[in-house]
């Protein structure tokens, strides 16, 4: 007990000595940014600091890193410990591995090829593919749009994904380890890192370049992001000093943080290897705040480019979460949010709010329920914007007819068809229930929030996909990573 009451009492002392780095704000930060009362940054850093401290001080996770960008200015900061053997305490400096916010890579590049007349959205991804293909099915070939929106209608293998400690390049990797077609393209969504890496491959074969050059090149030196790595860590692939910055991954065991091996992603690294400091995800935040615009004036994306981003690939996504062009569009209290999370024995999110000229990255290093930085970046919006989601929430009505016509059995479209091992077994229906006038799916309430629109309190939001007789097919969003297939009442 003693012990336990020294170390809670010496990471609060941690969270209280954080170093903090608060920029001014550019005039050039927000694209759309709205008119709104001055924001105090003192306060809000004395509310991130508290709020941080509550999710540290027990170790779960061990460490956190914050950037927030707002019109007034920029705050950055890390919390708590980079790495629990030798005590090294997280700071704004401390490179924190990102998952799968690093797939915003390959969607820049995408669009940036896009703009250069390279990569036709629609066209089939074979015609840019060297040495490789997609096999055909369902007379309907996979597009890059698919890609994007992760909709090629791909198996979701789990547990037989290209083994991390695999040194192959991104054509063997694609090569061996696409999954088998099992839906028309376009028509469900089943989050994908494999199509993902497809579609860093078609970077490379159009540009002619290395994709990691190509990022380098194109998107991180221009950008200065000069503390963010593409590769995993501790493979040697990274500069020394980066990857001599990067926080150690940690497991909790018997309620104690435990220094832990990097989950290698090798060869996936386009999907989720990259690592970012605090100072260089303020960087990232503002750029996409600007639309991409880069500080000297040039631009990443065109104007047009950039507004697709916002914007769903498919109608039928409309109103509720989804994946978008590459970008995940949720929403935060009727604020639409751009952005993507990622997780890798590490926790993150990073999303902007463009018409506030807010951005928001959250990272922790550790991987557990409660480690996520979901929370914390949603709950910094709400002291930004001032919305009572809470009181929002209770004040919505039910639609009792609504619901028991929602209510019923689905399945998840990212799983694994047909004969598998038991390992590997598929995953249990979803039960949807009807209470009310709301709907609970897998532990969370929905309020109907527009015709075939349904939202949680925490702001996810799913939608109602019709067949052309009107009956229910699937559900589309809760993150926008998955849609849900009806099976039965």
Not at 124 to 144: C, H, Q, W
Not at 296 to 325: C, H, Q, V, Y
Not at 402 to 427: D, H, I, K, M
């Amino acid at each position: 007990m003693g012990f336990r009451t020294s170390l809670v009492r010496a990471f609060s002392v941690i969270a209280l000595f954080t170093l903090v780095c608060v920029l001014p704000a550019q005039s050039s930060t927000a694209q759309t940014a709205t008119d709104q009362p001055a924001l105090d940054l003192t306060s809000l850093e004395d509310f991130i600091d508290g709020y941080v401290a509550a999710k540290t001080v027990d170790i779960e996770p061990p460490g956190m890193t914050v950037a927030v960008v707002t019109p007034q200015g920029t705050i950055t900061r890390g919390y708590g410990m980079a790495n629990m053997d030798t005590g090294e305490a997280a700071t704004e400096d401390t490179l924190f591995r990102i998952g799968s916010i690093s797939k915003l890579f390959i969607w820049l590049s995408v669009h940036m090829l896009v703009d250069e007349g390279k990569i036709d959205l629609d066209a089939d991804v074979n015609t840019y593919l060297k040495g490789v293909s997609i096999p055909e099915a369902f007379g309907r070939p996979i597009t890059m749009r698919d890609l994007m929106a992760h909709r090629p209608g791909f198996e979701g293998r789990r547990g037989q994904e290209a083994p991390g400690d695999a040194d192959i390049t991104l054509r063997e990797a694609v090569a061996r380890y696409t999954p088998r077609r099992v839906a028309p393209p376009g028509e469900r969504t089943s989050y994908s890192n494999e199509g993902s890496l497809i579609a860093a491959l078609v970077v490379e074969d159009v540009s002619g370049t290395d994709y990691y050059e190509f990022v380098r090149t194109r998107i991180l030196v221009p950008a200065g992001l000069t503390s963010t790595t593409l590769r995993d860590p501790d493979t040697g692939r990274n500069p020394p000093e980066l990857d001599g910055r990067t926080a150690a991954a940690h497991t909790l065991e018997n309620g104690m943080a435990k220094v832990s091996t990097y989950a290698h992603v090798r060869p996936q690294d386009p999907a989720g290897s990259a690592s970012m400091s605090a100072r260089d995800a303020a960087r990232f935040l503002q750029l996409l705040l600007r639309g991409t615009k880069l500080e000297n004036g040039e631009r990443l994306l065109s104007k047009e480019s950039w507004a697709r981003i916002g914007t769903n690939a498919f109608p039928d996504a409309a109103g509720s979460d989804d994946m978008g062009w590459g970008f995940l569009l949720n929403d935060v209290d009727g604020a639409a949010t751009i952005g993507h999370g990622g997780t890798t024995k590490f926790k993150s999110w990073l999303f902007i709010v463009p018409e506030s000229g807010v951005g928001v990255f959250v990272s922790s290093n550790m991987n557990t329920e409660q480690t996520g930085g979901e929370d914390v970046a949603w709950s910094i919006v709400r002291r930004i914007s001032g919305t009572d989601a809470l009181g929002a929430f209770q004040a919505r009505k039910g639609d009792v007819a609504a619901a028991q016509e929602v209510a019923g059995t689905y399945l998840n479209n990212r799983r694994e068809f047909g004969e598998v091992p038991a390992q590997f077994s598929p995953r249990l229906p979803i039960d949807v229930t009807a209470d009310d006038g709301f709907i609970v799916m897998e532990g969370a309430r929905y309020a109907p929030l527009e015709n075939d629109v349904w939202v949680a309190l925490s702001g996810f939001r799913l939608r109602v996909v019709r067949g052309e007789d009107g009956t229910i097919k699937r559900l589309h969003g809760g993150r926008g990573t998955a849609t849900f297939e009806r099976v039965g009442p």
